[in-house]
């Protein structure tokens, strides 16, 4: 039997034996400028000039923080040793390249920052291996495009940030692959322009940073891609209007900040297409009035501070929506001088004054100019000088914002153009001054001015060059004046104009001639003139435009061929004019149309195969408030599954065909029209039966139907040949050797069909 001292040495012996060899390689390794946490896993070798990834840090290693290096590079497979990482730190690295497959072997890693580098590039591959990657940071280096596919192996990322890049441009598909984003960080870039399809491919994503970029417009298709959106943040941006056109349909939206920007005009429709909308910050912008908001019925938080708003009588209406809705605001009154500081939600419709015609604007002119600086005595309209905050020379009688390089002049009572602006301004507001022409040359040195608004000045004319310089020019505003012609010579100098606003006006043509000096014309505004004829050559100059607006014009025809050179047309509006009849011959041509926009128009009736030019393409097509009477059955035929909204409210249908044709439309408005529901309408109502939609349908006829929905007026049918024939059919026959039940008597009024059983 052993006695107490071999029992000892037995107990002792396992203590006195070397440790495995991993176990052994985990305590003993560890880098010289680094130190070990082993039991944590974790290894820390920060700001030690370190110019590769150390050799020798333990295999098990879980979380590695190397910031702070001189690094500069990442090889291929440079952590090949470390497959049980899951946090890698690189942050202060001067990376500037990582070579394709640098971080394959880490399939178990779950955040990579490699923020504050010195990256301008990511080759496709070089993101490759890091399938369980749930979270990357690339903010704060010097990225300037992404090439579609380098996120293509990031399936499990739900959050990704490229903030504080340079990045100017998202092409299409920019972020494909990553499946599981929620959350995308692209402020503080330089964006001015997003593809239609940037978005495409991003299923989960639910917040969207976009603040702080250079975007001029709304991009409402890149931004529509992203359907399930809750929150989106564009704050300072130079947006200067938002309306329907921009097309924002988001329905998941909760959440729109808006703030700082330049917004002067935002459109009652702007966000008709964002039905959920809770919370809408339009803090520090220009608007000094608001419609009420159509479409966001959940809204409840409308944030306006820093606005100059006019609590004058054209501000009734949104204090009565604001009541009516139960939506609270924060902005404060501006003007008139008695209201000023008063906080929007402490006013009532009856404390603001509806003076005589044209009092309150006059009024809120003479405000607006003795409240801004005025020019010292003796010296001219737009001398050179210095304005208080501002970092470079400015018009005495302007102000120039060099955070924003933003410049305005608006309401001044100028009667020529100023000059003497920053060279890099980049929006010029020149609005609601008395210079009737703009002169040759007129605005030297603003080589980088992107947006220029020469609204209410009373211009009836822009000479030979007055846009000469303006290399970078995008939006040109030239709304609300007397313009009734432009010429090429007029409007060269401006290679890169992509939207030109012309609304309001008295142009009786299009001014196609000046359409040749612009090669890159995006979108033409021309709403509200005085045209009564479109015909070919009008539209010569306009081979790159994509979106026509000439709504409210006096338009009784539209000759075939005067759209031909618009090939790459995708909005069309031609609502609000005369035209009898759909110009189907005048649509030949458009391979790419989206939208048709034809209401208010007196149409009356649609023949067959009214939209056959354009069945291929057309996704949205307006008919409403056109006096519809007739529609034949084959109207819109050759309009197949792409089709995605019918708006035919508030015509004058008694009846409609069925369309069984347009099977994937999202939404069918038949509304407002007086439908006669009697047998001739049954085919509609079993279409309408069939679909997941509201659609608006009532019937008007006879009385004992009036105000039943057409859809679910199976009752006023029943008498109906079609659906006594069906419902016959359905009925099952009686099973051999049952029992037989007595025949009963058909029923003699016509709104009821009698079922027969026989006896056996």
């Excluded at 604001?322 to 008695?338: E, F, Q």
């Amino acid at each position: 039997m052993a006695g107490p001292q071999s029992i000892s040495l037995v107990l002792l012996i396992p203590l006195l034996l070397p440790l495995g060899p991993n176990r052994c390689t985990v305590a003993q390794r560890c880098p010289q400028a680094c130190v070990c946490d082993n039991p944590r896993r974790h290894v820390a070798c920060r700001h030690q000039n370190l110019t590769e990834v150390p050799t020798a840090i333990p295999e098990l290693t879980q979380r590695l923080d190397l910031q702070g290096n001189v690094l500069q590079e990442i090889p291929p497979a440079a952590f090949r040793d470390l497959p049980h990482l899951t946090h890698l730190d690189l942050r202060h690295c001067q990376v500037g390249l990582v070579a394709e497959g640098a971080f394959r072997g880490l399939g178990r890693l779950l955040l990579l920052n490699l923020a504050s580098n010195r990256l301008r590039a990511l080759p496709q591959e070089a993101l490759d291996g890091l399938g369980s990657l749930q979270r990357l940071e690339l903010a704060g280096n010097l990225l300037e495009e992404l090439r579609p596919g380098t996120f293509g192996a990031l399936g499990a990322v739900t959050t990704l940030n490229l903030a504080h890049n340079a990045l100017v441009y998202l092409p299409a598909m920019a972020f494909q692959g990553l499946v599981r984003a929620r959350w995308l960080q692209l402020s503080h870039n330089a964006l001015s322009v997003l593809a239609p399809e940037a978005l495409a491919g991003l299923p989960a994503l639910r917040r969207l940073s976009l603040h702080h970029n250079e975007l001029q417009a709304l991009p409402g298709a890149a931004l529509s891609q992203a359907r399930g959106l809750a929150c989106l943040e564009l704050g300072h941006n130079p947006f200067t209007y938002m309306g329907e056109e921009d097309e924002l349909a988001l329905p998941g939206l909760r959440e729109l900040r808006l703030d700082h920007g330049a917004l002067q005009a935002l459109d009652a429709r702007a966000f008709a297409r964002c039905p959920r909308l809770h919370t809408l910050d339009l803090r520090g912008n220009q608007l000094d009035a608001l419609l009420p908001l159509q479409g966001p019925g959940q809204l409840r938080r409308l944030r306006l501070q820093g606005n100059p708003l006019w609590c004058g009588c054209r501000a009734r209406p949104l204090l009565e929506w604001l009541a009516r809705a139960r939506v609270r605001s924060d902005g404060a009154c501006w003007g008139p001088r008695r209201l000023r500081g008063e906080a929007l939600d402490a006013l009532r419709p009856s404390d603001l004054r509806c003076p005589r015609p044209g009092a309150e604007e006059e009024e809120e002119a003479e405000e607006l100019k003795a409240a801004r600086p005025r020019a010292p005595d003796g010296a001219p309209d737009g001398a050179p000088g210095e304005e208080a905050g501002a970092a470079g020379p400015c018009p005495r009688t302007c102000v120039c914002v060099p955070e924003s390089r933003h410049s305005s002049c608006e309401g001044r009572g100028l009667q020529a153009v100023p000059r003497g602006f920053p060279n890099d301004t980049q929006l010029l507001d020149l609005r609601r001054n008395r210079f009737p022409v703009v002169p040759q040359a007129a605005f030297p040195g603003l080589g980088r001015l992107v947006s220029l608004h020469l609204q209410h000045c009373g211009l009836t004319e822009l000479e030979a060059g007055a846009l000469a310089g303006l290399d970078s020019l995008v939006y040109l505003y030239l709304s609300d004046n007397r313009l009734s012609g432009l010429s090429a010579a007029a409007l060269e100098g401006a290679p890169r104009l992509g939207y030109l606003y012309l609304e309001r006006n008295r142009f009786v043509r299009v001014p196609g001639a000046a359409l040749l000096a612009l090669p890159s014309l995006f979108s033409l505004h021309l709403q509200d003139n005085a045209l009564d004829h479109l015909a070919p050559g009008d539209l010569a100059g306009g081979r790159a435009l994509r979106w026509l607006y000439l709504s409210g014009n006096r338009l009784a025809r539209v000759s075939p061929g005067a759209l031909g050179p618009t090939r790459e047309l995708e909005k069309l509006h031609l609502d609000r004019n005369r035209l009898g009849e759909v110009p189907t011959e005048a649509l030949e041509g458009l391979p790419a149309l989206l939208e048709l926009q034809l209401s208010g128009n007196p149409l009356r009736a649609l023949p067959d195969g009214a939209f056959r030019p354009v069945g291929h393409s057309l996704q949205h097509l307006f008919l409403n408030s056109s006096g519809l009477e007739q529609i034949s059955p084959g109207a819109f035929s050759g309009l197949g599954p792409q089709l995605r909204s019918l708006h035919l409210q508030k015509n004058q249908l008694q009846t409609l065909p069925a369309l069984p044709g347009l099977s994937e439309l999202e939404l069918v408005d038949l509304s407002g029209n007086p439908f006669h529901c009697d047998c001739q309408l049954l085919p509609l109502h079993k279409w309408l039966a069939g679909l997941n939609l509201r659609v608006g349908a009532t019937c008007a006829t006879p009385p004992s139907a009036r105000g039943q929905r057409v859809k679910a007026a199976a009752a006023v049918f029943e008498a109906c040949p079609g659906r006594a024939a069906r419902k016959a059919k359905q009925t099952p026959a009686p099973r051999p050797g049952a029992r037989g039940t007595p025949m009963k008597a058909r029923r003699q009024r016509a709104h009821k069909v009698g079922k027969e059983r026989t006896s056996l």
